[in-house]
């Protein structure tokens, strides 16, 4: 097969597309400049077609490229996910190369609501299960998935039918990335990675969310995150989180009858995480204003807030560090 032949499909999901400067760096030049590069657009209707609706009524329209294509092919990173359980493997094809009217519904308030939707959890979590559905609706020729280090470094690979590598990929990401603790604590300090998985607010809600996870109610969350492409200024993220002027506003917002927004998901999220507990942010790439339109409370100096914190919550107080943020995601036994 000629390189000319090839079409490298970039899933972007209802994220932004990549730059040019982004695909060079990420592909390198020989594939940019020998395979047709596409990157997929959720809110363009004329590169989508339907394909069908799952048994739990999602509406299933998909990128036209990957629909004809001899041979399909996913690449993935497998990780544990906030809501849809764990990254990679089918999440390649819905919500990586599906409209956003399938995705709409995919991450609904009811849907994202459900307590299987949670990190580490894919059977019985309505968002991967309609995931997996999707999926298999066009089947998918090959699969290669990876697990990675904090260092980037690949430590497995795994390859062959879709879903039953990509489940022998979760099980190895639950060993290696998810632990127990014996409690809640107090104080947690957490980031979300370091780049390019701290490059907005919005992505840092992943961080936060690991963190919530072991954080006592009405406990703190510190969380350090660059954000150097602000909230960010495309999709509806900000927008929707300044609909209203409080966490139990925004969940009334969202969880109403025939509400829909782009992004309502990671706000259903984040205001979940701040009805739980103060959630402190430091960050370069927005300012104190911001973080509070944001409704987070702004933070100068980490290990000063950390101290306060543990103060206020008293003698005793407990405090769990997650230097790597959603990639090591802690859970109460």
Known sequence: MRMEDVTVLIATGTHRVNTAEELERMLGPEIVSKCRVINHNSRDGSVLEHVGTTSTGVRVLLNREWLKADVRITTGFVEPHFFAGFSGGPKMVAPGLAALETVMTLHDARRIGHPNATWGITEGNPIHDDVREIARMVPVTF?????????????????????????????????????????????????????????????????????????????????????????????????????????????EMICAPGYSAPDQWQVQIQAQILMKAR???????????????????????????????????????????????????????
């Open 143 to 251: 699969s290669i998935d990876v697990t990675l280090n904090r260092d980037q470094k690949i430590t497995k690979v795994f390859a062959g039918d879709l879903l039953e590598e990509h489940r022998l990929a979760c099980a190895s990401a639950t060993d290696t990335a998810m632990r127990a603790v014996p409690a809640a604590f107090d104080v947690v300090l957490t980031s979300n990675s370091g780049y390019p998985l701290d490059q907005n607010l919005y992505q840092a809600v992943k961080g936060m969310s690991a963190a919530a996870k072991i954080v006592k109610p009405g406990g703190t969350i510190v969380c350090a995150a660059e954000c150097r492409d602000g909230l960010p200024n495309h999709g509806s993220y900000g927008e929707v989180l300044a609909s209203r002027p409080d966490p139990q506003g925004l969940l």
């Open 279 to 333: 959630v402190l942010i430091k960050t370069s790439g927005l300012g104190p204003e911001d973080l509070r339109q944001a409704h987070f409370a702004p933070i100068d100096d980490v290990s000063t807030a950390v101290k306060d914190a543990l103060e206020k919550a008293g003698p005793g107080a407990t405090l769990c560090v997650l230097p790597q943020g959603p990639q090591t995601i802690p859970y109460v036994a």
